[in-house]
């Protein structure tokens, strides 16, 4: 099954992930020791991640490096960038407002 970025970064777990392989691979080992839950847990984490194009898991002699692959998560921005411009202009027009107000 083919999953979106959005299914990444729905999950605060896969959140902290992210952020713990965006300073440098890891080993799912090393992964896994920043949380309290079992390693199949981790690993099904990690297995979401990879499907959606986050992440890329190679073996490195016995073990299993994560790396960090952020490319997909320019569909985030891209997304986000509609809401930004939104929210930008209706920030803007309350400032006008509350300084017209004073």
Known sequence: MRRDVFQAI???TRRQIIGLLAAGSLN?????????MSRP???KHLRIL???????????????ICSAD?????????WLNAYRKFWNQKLDSLGDFLNQSK
């Open 10 to 12: 729905a999950d605060p």
């Open 28 to 36: 799912v080992n090393a992964v896994a020791q920043h949380f309290e």
């Open 70 to 78: 952020f490319n997909k998560l320019r569909e985030v921005d891209k």
């Open 50 to 64: 990879t499907e959606c194009g986050i992440i890329v898991v190679h073996d490195q002699g016995r073990e299993r």
């Open 41 to 43: 847990a981790i690993s």
